[in-house]
């Protein structure tokens, strides 16, 4: 069996060293699908095309997940079939229903530059974490840390951000099968997560880590929603890097600088601080031999300076606590959410 007799009109979304992505028409339905295309040779853990396939099929349907299709073989290649979603989060907040674009002339030089305005509403930006902590609610009761919570992987059937769907399983982690996986519970992979969407735990080398790291991951994706032109807090405090780089990988020293500049420096003995983080003060952390400078954490208006719902402040103060063990979970922030 070829591919051609199952899908046609095959046109490239993406391409990476780890997968190959095309929108095509399904013969048999004529609806347009999306294929994500691994070579059966390509091996390179924590990924995996066929765990994320089990993933996707067990985990759908479910409204905040995307759709699977189907899981298929042909040839060299293993390829994971979802719904063909219209957006990712990157290019929604960039349409003009959320974004004020203007021009900037430089006269000088004879150059002009583009400065994007926010102007999403709060009430979506709320209606958007209820939603995404409904999704990851799902997910995490499931058994399943996400592992790469960024705007490129939260889709959208149109342009509404009130409804995200969570996508791309490929490094996610199976909580009850990790014998299979090839990480145990304790000792599981910290090169996880995209740039600086990855939890200072990881940074630290914390291997025994569970669902909280995608909540940290969803805190910083609010720095950028609630930001009046879609910069991200952690890059405001660096000037090496331009807003352009958010996804990309950085230094792992350098960002969790840049999070001690943001966050605050963490304590290990002031147990009253909301900077306090127990785990640190273990002798295999090595974190107290580190002479670091400290800061104190930005305040809420620098954070998420567009901000004005106390409540949202509230769960967001919890979503970047350091303390893992005490840090808000999916479930809570949807609790939450759903009483207001």
């Not at 009109?9 to 609806?31: E, H, L, R």
């Not at 939890?199 to 969803?218: F, K, V």
Request: glycine letters at 4%; proline letters at 3%.
């Amino acid at each position: 069996m070829k591919l051609t007799d199952l899908y046609i009109d095959k046109k490239q979304i993406y391409s990476s060293q780890i997968s190959d992505i095309y929108s095509a028409k399904d013969v048999k339905t004529n609806t347009t699908v999306c294929l994500k295309i691994v070579d059966v040779d390509f091996s390179i853990p924590p990924h995996s095309i066929k765990r994320e396939i089990q993933l996707v099929k067990r985990l759908s349907p479910h409204p905040r997940i995307i759709d699977y299709v189907g899981g298929l073989q042909i040839d060299d290649d293993i390829i994971l079939v979802t719904t063909l979603y219209k957006h990712n989060l990157s290019e929604l907040v960039k349409l003009p229903r959320y974004c004020k674009r203007t021009t900037k002339f430089d006269f000088t030089n004879g150059t002009h530059a583009y400065i994007d305005r926010n102007i999403i509403d709060e009430s979506d930006i709320k209606q958007w974490l209820k939603q995404m902590s409904c999704g990851l609610k799902y997910i995490h009761n499931s058994g399943i840390i996400h592992r790469d919570i960024k705007p490129s992987n939260i889709m959208f059937v149109n342009d509404d951000i009130t409804q995200p769907i969570i996508g791309d399983f490929g490094i996610s982690y199976d909580v009850n099968n990790d014998i299979n996986s090839g990480e145990l519970a304790t000792e599981k992979y910290i090169d996880v997560c995209t740039g600086i969407f990855k939890s200072p735990e990881l940074l630290l080398g914390i291997t025994d880590y569970l669902y909280e790291i995608d909540i940290w991951s969803l805190a910083i994706i609010l720095t950028i929603l609630y930001s009046p032109n879609f910069e991200s807090v952690l890059i405001k405090q660096d000037e090496e890097l331009s807003n352009d780089e958010i996804e990309c990988v950085i230094s792992d020293l350098h960002l969790l600088s840049n999070i001690f500049k943001t966050f605050g420096t963490p304590s290990v003995t002031d147990v009253t601080s909301e900077l306090y983080w127990e785990e640190l003060t273990s002798k295999t952390s090595h974190f107290t031999k580190f002479k670091l400078i400290e800061h104190n954490r930005l305040d809420d208006s620098q954070l998420i300076p567009r901000c004005e719902d106390k409540s949202i402040g509230f769960l967001f103060r919890k979503m970047t606590k350091y303390d893992r063990t005490t840090r808000v979970t999916s479930e809570e922030i949807y609790s939450e959410l759903t009483n207001q």
